[in-house]
Nanobody, 123 residues
């Protein structure tokens, strides 16, 4: 029942900005850390940014100073503000969230993944 839905991807020129959103839905007890990954052609999957429930953040070196991850716990949503975009940022961006649900046997923690949203930065 728990799902992650990304939005906000698109085509932008180098130097431009995009804001990605990822909303979790379903019977959610708690969302722990939320993350953005990206996968570009010819590259390994890369962890872009992570934010804890208490808003502690970490970033890949390649995006520090340009990207900002944030979350709205009331909306079960994580955002990725992407500024000063470069062609090398072109990738499918995928949302990830560690989500706790209440089961009859107790709490269950599962890592969920979104379907991904395409970000293309032209030179």
């Amino acid at each position: 029942q728990v799902q992650l839905a990304e939005s906000g991807g698109g085509l932008v020129q180098a130097g431009g900005s995009l804001r990605l959103s990822c909303a979790a839905s379903g019977r959610i007890f708690r969302i722990n850390r939320m993350s953005w990954f990206r996968q570009a052609p010819g590259k390994q999957r890369e962890l872009v940014a992570v934010v804890t429930r208490d808003a502690v953040t970490n970033y890949a070196e390649s995006v520090k100073g340009r990207f900002t991850i944030s979350r709205d716990n009331a909306k079960n949503t994580v955002y990725l503000q992407m500024n000063s975009l470069k062609p090398e940022d072109t990738a499918v961006y995928v949302c990830n969230a560690e989500i706790v649900t209440a089961q009859p046997e107790g709490l269950m923690t599962v890592n969920y993944w979104g379907q991904g949203t395409q970000v293309t930065v032209s030179s």
